[in-house]
């Protein structure tokens, strides 16, 4: 996909933009510094704007509208790497959010500059990372004010190699959250006798689930976070765990929470402990329109790639309730993964987003 001159020569002003955003990363729904920044970039050209709810508008000739959307929020990590633009807060931009801003804006002024026959809504969204964000803008009733048709977002990809990448369908697993308290009851251990140990009745659940886990792949459960216990040498009277369940289909992932809840049921009576779980409302698959992919990859050409389903997970998709969506992934040769306190990556990559953010536009309006 050739990337036209117009954008190519605007490379330095994405820098500035991006690493100007990746000094500053907020979290959730605080992100006012943030959202004050992105509204300098945007300059006065909108036609309406809302910078409270995190839109803008460019009215086209005419009232079709299309959107697209990026995040406004970092991660609460302490990042790692050491060029002059680290943040300093204790935050990090590490999934590649202050990108997507960047991404946003630039195609924004491409279109200030070549003004579109259609209208177009940039969305500006808090709280991706934590959750309900998109609830958040789906609540305003933007998409009826404006009567969006379609939207799309781009996520930067690490592993992928310089490439679009999407597909039709399921292309990203509904999640939620797991939270797991097992109650045991403290004594020294050299008593154990006197006492109900925790600790071992968290490792037993652990196996279970994970030879459980053998037996549903794809779908996957996963615990990141444990704890347990006071001091090396008792019985432990607590243990806590957290983690993750998806699936790439909505029953399964009903029944494989009541699987967990008959693990913990069956754990209490062989062990006399006292658990509890709770799931977190979580996000619904992200599930592609089959036409706006066949749309990227016309736009994308020979740099389009359809990936594989994958265990992520995004509150973009919140938006299907509202209208046709598109998730689309600009790939990066870079091989340090989302998420990792060192993620960085080759900002000239982020061209080709912007410039298939402009084709898709050119081509939607021929066809709307």
Known sequence: MKIRNEITKILDD?????????KIPEIGFETFQTMDLVEKMIGKEADEKDAFSGVFYLKGREDHCIAFRSELDGLPILEKNTHDFVSTNGCMHACGHDAHMAILIATYHYFVMFP??????????????????ANYIIEKNIFEKYHVKALFATHLMPFLGDVIGSKKGWMMAESCEINITIQGKAAHCGHPEKGVDACKAMTFFLQDVYELEKEILPHRIHFGKVNSGEIRNGMSAFSYLEGTLRCFDSYILKILKEELKEKLNQLDKKMNTISQITFSLGYQGVVNDETLVDLVENCAEDSYREVDAMMLSEDFSSYQRVCATCLMLCGLTSEIDLHDPCFDFDESECLKAIE?????????????
């Open 356 to 368: 298939m953010n402009v084709r898709l536009v050119e081509k939607l309006c021929e066809i709307m």
């Open 116 to 133: 579109s026959k259609i209208s177009l809504l940039f969305i500006f969204q808090p709280a991706e990372e934590s959750g309900n964000g």
């Open 14 to 22: 994405f820098i500035f933009m991006r690493r100007a955003f990746h």
